[in-house]
């Protein structure tokens, strides 16, 4: 119980250290059949091992 505790501890107060992985486009097509891109970043904490992905439009 002890290592879950301070396992949630370490990724609450995490200096994270984001680390890029890679970036992909993606298409979006509404219901008119319009479409448009956008790209999403892929990142990884190198300390806590949490991902964030951030999207740009």
């Not at 298409?27 to 319009?34: A, H, L, P, Q, S």
């Not at 300390?47 to 740009?56: A, D, E, L, R, T």
């Amino acid at each position: 119980m002890k290592h879950l505790i301070d396992a949630i501890i370490k990724k609450w107060f995490c200096c994270h250290e984001w680390e890029y992985l890679f970036e992909r486009r993606v298409e979006v097509v509404d219901d008119w059949g319009d479409s448009s891109w956008y790209t999403v970043r892929h990142y990884f904490c190198k300390k806590c091992g949490k991902y964030k992905k951030i999207k740009s439009h």
